[in-house]
């Protein structure tokens, strides 16, 4: 049965919490991943993609979060704890990073994502919010909340799902559902080989984007039955969700309800960035025009940590040694002496140096690009000194000898890499 709400109700966010999962390796980023989780990824020039999910929360009225972290954690939590550390008890808000230390169990770290906010169950319950609003640490979005959680309330839902429409072939990799007339899950496979369709629309399937709202008491419930179950994986998509659809009221929330989309966004944008030919698309995507993405809203920032940088600069002016850049988004205390970028992302910090050109580059923080250096097409890794003179993205064969280059012939460039090269 639907519940009632009253005709001006407070923002739910204000009673909610935010719980992030940002545990995750991200192996299919490869060497991006190496020392860092995918979560602490940088983004977008200064951003890194946690700061999405956070932001997200922080505009949409919530201001009790918790962020669970596993694997190589330690540059998450250092940027967490620079960029994040605003939020005051004293205001009511709390800002709690919940590393896997085996509160539990002296044998367990996390053992799935489920398993995540079981174990720190007591930490919930000593918040006490109405609601959690469950979030995966590792997507590029903008969305508010609150209107996922009003629904939630107003459907009388046990959990509220928000999905999307994807290619069926990209399906394989997200929770894939069946949703009847009135918007009720009634099917929920975790990352089927064969998407079942949206009926009528057989290219696409509906995918789960990881993001769910619960009710505190039940979820809690759910949480100690699952971790009772010596059969489960202790995961959310493989099985609290499977379970609520089969014997409670799931119901799905389309993301498109509560997408935020400056005057400058064309259609709801969402990204997994999770593989470098993804990682690479969705930053240099940004240098276009008018980007899918509006990093410039003011009405909704992305907040992270502000590192203290002067100015960019561009030097020398003489033919075939001009400081430049074409369609290119430059970072603070980036230096382009005498050099040229097209179409290129460089992070702060970044230099190139004098005859060198980048095109199609993500360059991420204090990367040094050598005289007389050409590079198309790369993600280079930080701190990454690029050798005065080399050249990447012109001879395919070579490139795969020396750096990972992928089916689409982006090449990612880590220090290791050049060490190796001697």
Known sequence: MKASRDTAPAPLARTAMAFVLAGGRGSRLMELTDRRAKPAVMFGGKSRIIDFALSNAMNSGIRRIAVATQYKAHSLIRHMQRGWNFLRPERNESFDILPASQRVSEHNWYMGTADAVHQNIDIIEDLAPRHIVLLAGDHVYKMDYEKMLAQHVDEGADVTVCCMAVPREEATGFGVMRVNGDGLIVDFVEKPADPPAIPGRPELALASMGIYVFETTYLIEQLKRDAADATSSHDFGKDIIPHIVAKGRAVAHRFERSCVRSTAEEAPYWRDVGTVDAYWEANIDLTDVVPGLDLYDRDWPIWSYAEITPPAKFVHDLDGRRGEAIASLV???????????????????????????????????????????????????????????????????????????????ICLITQPMLDKLG
């Open 331 to 409: 970072s603070g205390g980036c230096i382009v002496s005498g050099a040229r970028a097209r179409r290129s992302l460089l992070f702060t910090n970044v230099r190139l140096n004098s005859f060198s050109s980048v095109e199609g580059a993500v360059l991420l923080p204090q990367v040094t690009v050598g005289r007389a250096a050409r590079l198309k097409n790369v993600v280079v890794d930080r701190g990454v000194q690029i050798p005065a003179g080399m050249v990447v993205g012109e001879d395919p064969v070579l490139d795969a000898q020396r750096f990972r280059r992928t089916d689409k012939g």
